[in-house]
């Protein structure tokens, strides 16, 4: 069965770096979307990310662009998230889903979610 696994989140102060990883596994990155989003206590699911096929790239926030850098592994049938400079209000759940086609800023839009891990940006 389809399933996504999210991994790399943690504690990690103001400023710093951490990198997330996305192992897709029965289906391949070859020919879906695969959306990277966070979900804060209270608030609503948002999109950070997103990486097509071909490898082209979108960011669904204007915070967001220049800190945070999504890449994949066809080889490892992994994407992932590196997030730079983070700040305390970056401090969320982060879920990977498989879009049903092309990159989108909606939930509607994914059929396939991982568990999340959390992100979590204090000193």
């Known amino acids: 069965q389809v399933q996504l696994v999210e991994s790399g989140g943690g504690l990690v102060q103001p400023g710093g770096s951490l990198r997330l990883s996305c192992a897709a596994s029965?289906?391949?990155?070859?020919?879906?979307?695969i959306g990277w989003f966070r979900q804060a206590p209270g608030k609503e699911r948002e999109a950070v990310s997103c990486?097509?096929?071909?490898?082209?790239?979108?960011y669904y926030s204007d915070s967001l662009k220049g800190r945070f850098t999504i890449s994949k592994d066809s080889a490892k049938n992994t994407v992932y998230l590196q997030m730079n400079s983070l700040k305390p209000e970056d401090t969320a759940k982060y879920y990977c889903?498989?879009?049903?086609?092309?990159?989108?800023?909606?939930?509607?839009?994914?059929?396939?979610w991982g568990q999340g891990t959390q992100v979590t940006v204090s000193s």
């Open positions: 990486i097509t096929p071909s490898d082209s790239t979108a």
């Open positions: 029965e289906f391949t990155l070859d020919y879906n979307a």
């Open positions: 889903a498989r879009s049903y086609l092309y990159c989108s800023p909606y939930v509607s839009s994914y059929d396939h």
